[in-house]
T-cell receptor, first 113, second 113 residues
Framework: DGGITQSPKYLFRKEGQNVTLSCEQN?????MYWYRQDPGQGLRLIYY???????QKGDIAEGYSVSREKKESFPLTVTSAQKNPTAFYLC????????????FGPGTRLTVT | KNQVEQSPQSLIILEGKNCTLQ??????????LRWYKQDTGRGPVSLTI?????NTKSNGRYTATLDADTKQSSLHITASQLSDSASYIC????????????FGKGTSLLVTP
C-alpha cells in the first residue's frame, strides 16, 4: 500500500450523521486524491489537492468536503447531504516527475444505514 | 459515458495458463495508459504505465501492449498463479498533471487450481 494509510478499514454510521475518513501519506507527495468505488463501476474522483491549503472538486464532489492543512494528511468528510454514501473509499497520492504515478491506500469501506 | 471499456468483464482460467485482457479507449488527448491490479477489498497497485510512444512494457509475468493509433491496449498474463486472482483496471490519463484519469470498470480474473 506504498506508505499511504487509511483508517478505519470498516466504518458504520447512521443516516444523517457526518463521518470523516482519514488518509495519511509518508511519501512526501504533493498531490493527494479521494476516489469512490462502487460495485461494477470504475473509480470516480471526489476531490484532489495538488498542494497544501488548496484542493479542487472532482467529478462527484457533492455531499463531500475535504481539508489539506498538512502535506501528509487529506481527510474526507462524508456529510449527511451525500445521497448514497455507502461505498468503498480510496485515497491516493502522487509526486515526483511525470507521468505522476498514483499510489493508493488500502481503502475504507463505509456503510450507512 | 465511460471512455475506457474493458473486456471481458470476468474471466476464469486454470492455474498455469496464459490470458489476455483488453482495453479500448476513446479518451483524447491521450497522455498515458496504466494498468492496475486490485485485490478484493484492497487498494489498486500499479503494474505498468505507458506513454503514447511505448508499444510494450513488462513487469514480471505481466506484459502490456499499446496501440495508440487504434486506441487499444492489452494486458497479457503468463503462467498464471492463484495470486493473480484480482480485478485488473485500465486507466487512461488525459494530461501530465496526474489527476485527470479515466478508469475502466475492470476485468475480474479468477485463477483456479
Amino acid at each position: 500500500d506504498g506508505g499511504i494509510t487509511q483508517s478505519p478499514k470498516y466504518l458504520f454510521r447512521k443516516e444523517g450523521q457526518n463521518v470523516t475518513l482519514s488518509c495519511e501519506q509518508n511519501l512526501n507527495h504533493d498531490a493527494m486524491y479521494w476516489y469512490r468505488q462502487d460495485p461494477g463501476q470504475g473509480l470516480r474522483l471526489i476531490y484532489y489537492s495538488q498542494i497544501v491549503n488548496d484542493f479542487q472538486k472532482g467529478d462527484i464532489a457533492e455531499g463531500y468536503s475535504v481539508s489539506r492543512e498538512k502535506k501528509e494528511s487529506f481527510p474526507l468528510t462524508v456529510t449527511s447531504a451525500q445521497k448514497n454514501p455507502t461505498a468503498f473509499y480510496l485515497c491516493a497520492s502522487s509526486g515526483g516527475l511525470a507521468p505522476y504515478e498514483q499510489y493508493f491506500g488500502p481503502g475504507t469501506r463505509l456503510t450507512v444505514t | 459515458k465511460n471512455q475506457v471499456e474493458q473486456s471481458p468483464q470476468s474471466l476464469i482460467i486454470l492455474e498455469g495458463k496464459n490470458c489476455t485482457l483488453q482495453c479500448n479507449y476513446t479518451v483524447s488527448p491521450f497522455s498515458n495508459l496504466r494498468w492496475y491490479k486490485q485485490d478484493t477489498g484492497r487498494g489498486p497497485v500499479s503494474l505498468t504505465i505507458m506513454t503514447f510512444s511505448e508499444n510494450t512494457k513488462s513487469n514480471g509475468r505481466y506484459t502490456a501492449t499499446l496501440d495508440a493509433d487504434t486506441k487499444q491496449s492489452s494486458l497479457h498474463i503468463t503462467a498464471s498463479q492463484l495470486s493473480d486472482s484480482a480485478s485488473y483496471i485500465c486507466v487512461v490519463s488525459l494530461s501530465y498533471s496526474g489527476y485527470a484519469l479515466n478508469f475502466g470498470k475492470g476485468t475480474s480474473l479468477l485463477v483456479t487450481p
